[in-house]
């Protein structure tokens, strides 16, 4: 039995490291630009070797996505839900968007910021899967936004989807501004501008920052 399971094993774990490639090379030349060659050739593979995995380009190109999304979850979703829920949860998604930029965990920024303006004219199921994760990482936002008003963190009159595409707008800036500059300090400014927004203060209560209009009340 033990013989049995180790190929399987090792081909999984093949699998997960040219897949995680593929994120890292899609950044830089598109999920179109991502063949069988050209990944073989990064990997020092066969294309043969490449092919035993994944069946065609779209095969590929789904399970790009599919490990973006995870490396995604992991590095800004999961620690934004890990935060104190509302306006603290707001900062903690901008913020760990940010690191996940600093860190450069993909020579090319965010996968996904890229993938959506290549693929979101082209129909078919690639587009379809790309559009379900920037639907729900825009719905997560808005989700935050709603429950910083339900707990009297924003202005009563704060509009939960203006907010929502301004400060996905501001995610967005910072890593147009980083790919192109490499400089950190862009991913700085877009902090800053993120607690200006929520009227954040320098006052804090454990891991959650105060808004201006909670501290006025007081």
Known sequence: MPRERKPRADGARTREAIVRRAVSLATLDGLE???IGNLAHALDMSKSGIYAHFGSKQDLQL???EEADRIFRSEVIEPALAASAGVGQLVAVCDAFFDYLARRTF??????AGAVLEMGSRPGPV???IAVFQDGFTNLIRRFVVTALEQHELPDDEDPDALTFELSGIILAANTNFVLHQDSAALDMAKQIVRRRLRI???TTGRSPIPETVVEAR
């Not at 020579?107 to 996904?112: E, L, Q, T």
Request: hydrophobic share 30%; with cysteine.
């Open 33 to 35: 630009g991502l063949t």
């Open 63 to 65: 399970a790009t996505i």
């Open 107 to 112: 020579p090319g920024g965010c996968f996904f």
């Open 127 to 129: 587009k379809e899967q």
């Open 201 to 203: 203060t320098t006052e």
